[in-house]
Nanobody
Framework: VQLQASGGGSVQAGDSLRLSCAAT????????MAWFRQAPGNEREFVAAVHRNPSSTNYADSVKDRFAISRDNAKKAVYLQMNSLKPEDTAVYFC????????????????????WGLGTLVTVSS
């Protein structure tokens, strides 16, 4: 599967952004999809993930209640709605995919994801 993220930009603190990740290739519905981010000088960190079952999601504590991940299997896309953005959310955001079976737990480390898209930059100013 190939992934392409879009939707980043420069916003003010408190604003919202919606990131999109378009996938190409077969069997999109069989992948757990996730968003990670990497700020300058920092390691890549988990943000959110959605299982093959769209109702099963997981969030980093730092974004819980502000961000929402969703997927549209018909469109082969995953989204990250980011609300109440903070300067510390500034980073390059990456989407990632991991082929999974239904009973798999959602993984939150970058090494456990097989496919990555190029990132999209989100800059939040105070």
């Amino acid at each position: 599967v190939q992934l392409q993220a879009s939707g980043g930009g420069s916003v003010q603190a408190g604003d919202s952004l919606r990131l999109s990740c378009a996938a190409t290739g077969p069997s999109f519905s069989r992948y757990v999809m996730a968003w990670f981010r990497q700020a300058p000088g920092n390691e890549r960190e988990f943000v959110a993930a959605v299982h093959r079952n769209p109702s099963s999601t997981n969030y980093a504590d730092s974004v819980k209640d502000r961000f929402a991940i969703s997927r549209d299997n018909a469109k082969k896309a995953v989204y990250l709605q980011m609300n109440s953005l903070k300067p510390e959310d500034t980073a390059v955001y990456f989407c990632a995919a991991r082929p999974s079976i239904l009973t798999d737990a959602i993984r939150i480390t970058p090494a456990e994801y097989n496919y990555w898209g190029l990132g999209t930059l989100v800059t939040v100013s105070s």
